[in-house]
């Protein structure tokens, strides 16, 4: 069924687990997340980038509405968010495509003009019905930025920021930068568990970790555990989805009916977002 982000993030944090969010750019990858829910009997949020907006020529609705059909149609609850906005004109172009929650990302502006713009689009939300979530620190790792590592200067959250950005601005939940980077095709990461600590006791709202494809799992338990609730999740997705159509291909170098390899890059993405769920959702 389609539920609201909000629900599941609520349900998590007070349950002490996690909730995974899984980045969707074609529609079999929304299938492949609601058939990984559906398998590891929980519920998932199925979210939809601004990048991902771009590739389908700029336009949200035909993919958005899909993506809520499939999460319809589902018997796991799932939830539909607008991930990384940057444009105001897609901002609110979601209020009316079905979306329940967004990420506004003000991520590379300076402290300052971050909390102008996030708050100026939390009180457009909230007049909405739309949870949103945003950025402090900077993750780094994303298609068409500078490269910034994950241990360079200014790529944390800094708990005592954190707590005034939050108060100053009104989101419902913080995605932080402490030691997480976007794109990892290897699961190196090595998180800053004290920082965690330190931003969920500064912190009033629910904490989110992005680039989670990068981090190993017994990393990832002891985040959630240590207070990190939604998790984000993409490029795994990805590096499944692709090896899968890879080794298709390589084994059937004449068939043209593309159901084959994408049948074989939704099975594979299937079983990836299971594994996640289960590292992610379980009490740790
Ligand atoms: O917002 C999306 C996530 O942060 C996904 O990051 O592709 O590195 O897993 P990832
Ligand atoms: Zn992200």
Known sequence: SLVTTAE??????????????????????????????????????????????SFHGGRVLPLASAVAAVARASSTRLSLHLDHVRDP??????????????????????????????????????RHGLWLESELGRVGGKAGEPPLGAHAPGARTDPDEAAAYVSATGVD?????????????????????????????????????????GVPDGELRAAVGAGMVKVNIGTALNVAFTRAVRGHLEDDATG????????????????AVTRCLRVVTLPS
């Open 173 to 213: 939940a913080l995605a932080v930068a402490v030691g997480n980077s976007h794109a990892m095709t290897e699961r190196t990461a090595t998180l800053d568990h004290g920082l965690i600590d330190a931003l969920r006791r500064a912190v009033p709202v629910p904490l989110v970790l992005h680039g989670s494809s």
């Open 256 to 271: 043209v009916d593309p159901r084959g390899y994408l049948a074989s890059a939704r099975e594979a993405t299937a079983l």
């Open 8 to 53: 599941l993030v609520a349900e998590a944090a007070g349950a002490g687990r996690g909730v995974a969010a899984f980045n969707v750019i074609t529609l079999e990858h929304a299938e492949a997340v609601a058939a990984g829910a559906e398998a590891a009997e929980a519920p998932a949020v199925l979210q939809i980038s601004q990048n991902a907006v």
């Open 89 to 126: 004109e897609l901002l609110r172009a979601s209020a009316s495509a079905g979306f329940s929650s967004v990420m506004f990302d003000a991520s590379t502006l300076p402290y300052r003009d971050n909390v102008t713009a996030t708050a100026e689009a939390v009180r457009w939300a909230h």
